[in-house]
């Protein structure tokens, strides 16, 4: 009995997952947190050979496929969304997760690392969703609603040393976009959240572990003492798009040992 309730609590077994930029760091995390819950998932990057190794990492655990795609545009976004109509006529789990940063001096800060970081963070998940609505409605209901986890970043809750003016701009911009799809999605049955990352190993946080005297200087400073791990990331999506977290809809959650809170 214990066992069947929780799994009715925090199941997402046999639901249909896309994760982006889900060959590596946190997107990597929570795809291996889901397969190994059970869920059908599909990643996406546009490098096809870290696709095909993801793929073949995670499928040792469930059930995993990597698709090749480019969401920094409109039409990749569309050219994917196609890729998982053609697939599954329904999506329970969409997690918006691929970005990247760009630091630079602010006297120095170039056009083209704010139009660029500005298409991938922020418009990417909202064209990417909006392709993949057909596929979110039909998955919905009253009782199991979809998800939809947009993956932000603590940066955009508080100022670091990065000077990674446009990252800031988008994942503030996309917690905000985040609101308003909650909104106008509920009468869709669809839940939107926002997971808001701290300290996660990844490429863009590479340079903080480049050796351990580095990384031991930089972990004394992290709250908790120590970077997050899978569990945390994939734990709070899973619980997001399953049964405990229904009613939760329009929330930035920070996952970040307490960083932006008491650190």
Known sequence: MTENFYEHLFGVRDKVALVTGGTRGIG?????GLVRCGAD???SSRKTDACAQAEATLSRYGRCTAIPGDVGHVAGCRKLAAEIAQRSDKLHILVNNAGLTWGADIDEFPEKAWDKVM???AKGPFFLTQALLPQLRAAASPEVRASIVNVSSTNAIRPS???NYSYVAAKAGLQGL????????????????VLAPGPFKSKMTAPLYANADIEKQVVEGFTMGRWGAMEDAAGLTVFLSSKAG???TGVVIPCDGGATTIG
């Open 246 to 248: 229904t009613f939760l």
């Open 119 to 121: 298409n991938l963070d």
């Open 161 to 163: 040393g990065l000077q």
């Open 28 to 32: 990597l995390m929570i795809a291996e």
């Open 178 to 193: 985040s609101t308003q799809m909650a909104r106008d999605l509920n009468s869709d049955n669809i839940n939107v959240n």
């Open 41 to 43: 998932v599909y990643i």
